[in-house]
T-cell receptor
């Protein structure tokens, strides 16, 4: 079965650079969520989109922005990167009626040096 | 606001023994509750979830959890541990009755160690 696809799997950036992470949800899933998981930490909810509109906002820094496109894929844009942004970034998707037990992708590991 | 507390950052059991991972939550509305498992360098895999209805929920890999409203708990159990169960386990809560795509609030995680 198709899963949530995230790209790239690994990304290394320098401080103050920008990064763009991509997420392709499971076909027919209309909702996308972004999470950040620091080393040894629990995942922290960043932001979600439903039908291409922002739905809920968590602890997303102002330096980050995201959007969902017409094909339902989503991109997380991160600017002025800091060392503390080094983390695993997960995307998840769900469909109506799934009861919020959504499916996570394998994540993008961002390292800021 | 909602929160999740997982008792014990590390739990060690012998292979074949009972696994019990504790989770307590707080929520201002009836919650949806989840358990996820994470293997090293991998994503989060849903083990089971409680939304409404039967309070004893069965999941994958022989795991089950029971929603106890009076105790605000959702402990995860498995009768007999297997070496392949060694992983990080996260309990999570979401506002059940809320519409929209609200995010999950995760606990700090419990690292399950299986002793041979």
């Amino acid at each position: 079965a198709a899963g949530v696809i995230q790209s790239p799997r690994h990304l290394i950036k320098e401080k103050r650079e920008t990064a763009t992470l991509k997420c392709y949800p499971i076909p027919r899933h209309d909702t996308v969520y972004w999470y950040q998981q620091g080393p040894g930490q629990d995942p922290q909810f960043l932001i979600s989109f439903y039908e291409k509109m922002q739905s809920d906002k968590g602890s997303i820094p102002d330096r980050f922005s995201a959007q969902q496109f017409s094909d339902y894929h989503s991109e997380l844009n991160m600017s002025s990167l800091e060392l503390g942004d080094s983390a695993l970034y997960f995307c998840a998707s769900s469909s109506p009626g799934q009861g919020k037990g959504y499916t996570f992708g394998s994540g993008t590991r961002l390292t800021v040096v | 606001a909602q929160s999740v507390t997982q008792l014990g950052s590390h739990v060690s059991v012998s292979e074949g023994a009972l696994v019990l991972l504790r989770c307590n939550y707080s929520s201002s509305v009836p919650p949806y509750l989840f358990w996820y498992v994470q293997y090293p360098n991998q994503g989060l895999q849903l083990l089971l979830k409680y939304t409404t209805g039967a309070t004893l929920v069965k999941g994958i890999n022989g795991f089950e959890a029971e929603f106890k409203k009076s105790e605000t708990s959702f402990h995860l159990t498995k009768p007999s541990a297997h070496m392949s169960d060694a992983a990080e386990y996260f309990c999570a809560v979401s506002e059940g009755s809320g519409g929209g795509a609200d995010g999950l609030t995760f606990g700090k995680g419990t690292h399950l160690i299986i002793q041979p």
